[in-house]
Structure formats: C-alpha cells, structure tokens
Nanobody
C-alpha cells in the first residue's frame, strides 16, 4: 500500500505565502508523476500543478508565476510553494502520486492524500 500525508495548509491573508508538503510512504518501486489538485466549495476538483520523473512541470493558468511545484526523489516528497495568494485560491488541496509498488507482479498505483485546507482571507 502507498500512503500520502499532506501538511502545510492553513489560514493566510491575501498576498501571503504557504508551502504545502506531501510525504509518500509504502512499498514503492518508482514514482512517475506527482501533483497537486484543489477543490473549492461547490466546484469540481481541478489540477493545480504536476511534476513528472524528469522534473518537467505543468501549471494551471490561474497559478502560473505564483506557485512552484518541486519534488525530492530521495525523500519521496512533493511540495507546492504558493505565493501571492488570493481568495480564489481558497480550497482543499490534494496531493496525487502515481507510480509502481511492490507486488507479484509489480503493480501500478494512483494514490491521493486526505487533503489540506488552504483559506485565504481578503
């Protein structure tokens, strides 16, 4: 099994910054893609940013230039640095990790964290 634990959410004033972290544990063989998604009240879950095994990144237009995704392969961690936050960034943020885990045969996985609340006050 693969477990994801997110941290770093909270309440921040508009214009402020937060850094989200996601720690991945379990019988992992390899990780291919890691990403952050968010879901605001009454809205569908949406992509925020992804990073693949080659460190190529992809961002939603709404966060480009403000958010930065990074990963630490040694620690199996993924991070989201969020700057210049505004009220529209208020949401529950979810970590997503895809890869392969131990099994006979080796199995693929696509796991989600429990979510961390980010609230931006205007």
């Amino acid at each position: 099994q693969v477990q994801l634990v997110e941290s770093g959410g909270g309440l921040v004033q508009a214009g402020g910054s937060l850094r989200l972290s996601c720690a991945v544990s379990g019988s992992i063989v390899s990780i291919t893609a890691m990403g952050w998604y968010r879901q605001a009240p009454g809205k569908q879950r949406e992509l925020v940013a992804t990073i693949n095994s080659g460190a190529s990144t992809n961002y939603a237009d709404s966060v480009k230039g403000r958010f930065t995704i990074s990963r630490d392969n040694a620690k199996n961690g993924v991070y989201l640095q969020m700057n210049s936050l505004n009220a529209e960034d208020t949401a529950v943020y979810y970590c997503n990790v895809q890869g392969r885990r131990l099994g006979l045969p080796i199995k693929t996985f696509d796991s989600w964290g429990q979510g961390t609340q980010v609230t931006v006050s205007s």
